[in-house]
């Protein structure tokens, strides 16, 4: 089976715009929420059997109304509580896939960032063959500007190679059996600095694969990027 999961756990607005968390904002002309726009994405892709939303406990029901008032509500949508970061929320998730049956050899859960509502079918669909080829996959583009190391803060301790770096987006996407099994073996340590699923898999050498994302699937995170978003929708049909 194919899961999606949209991490919406955050309950923090660094944007300062309204009192909502920043999945919640509306944008566009529509003033649809952040979160309905991406939702939409993922229901646009007729292989998932279920796409949950990770959302914090204390907006579960906010984002059922909304499902509700964008006429989105069908049986695939389950929203379950999310986790106090990305990582625990995705794990959250898959506490909730398993509740509802045995996840078997070869299932895959794709996990995209609620705030980047520019992702594309064709992210999606190539994320999805990308986890079933190789157990795991990172949506990236290639890094554009040179990128300096410094440890203290203060001085340039290295600059890596370009062609070689690439900026990570999301979705990504894993073989779910092999992701838990993974994660599981970390230790608690490492667990904490984890900050990013595909580091679960990097950190025992096991590869992930690459999967070209697009310079529009932005995350929104300042009032900069959702000035930007604004702008995309302004120019781009939806």
Known sequence: MIFGAIVAGGV????????????FLPLGESKKPIIIHTLEKFLMCDKFDYIYLGVHK???????????KYGLKNEKIVITPGGADRNSTIFNIISAIEKRGEVRDGDIIVTHDAVRPFLTLRMINENIEAAKNCGACDTVIPAVDTIVESKDGKLITA???RKYLYQGQTPQSFDIKKLKKLYLDLSEEEKSQMTDACGVFVARNEPVELVMGDTFNIKITTVSDYKIAEAILGGMPE
């Not at 923090?12 to 999945?23: A, D, F, Y």
């Not at 204390?58 to 509700?68: G, H, N, P, R």
């Open 159 to 161: 600059v890596p190679n």
């Open 58 to 68: 204390d907006w579960t029901q906010y984002a059922e109304e909304l499902i509700e």
């Open 12 to 23: 923090g607005n660094r944007m300062n715009l309204s009192g909502l968390p920043k999945q």
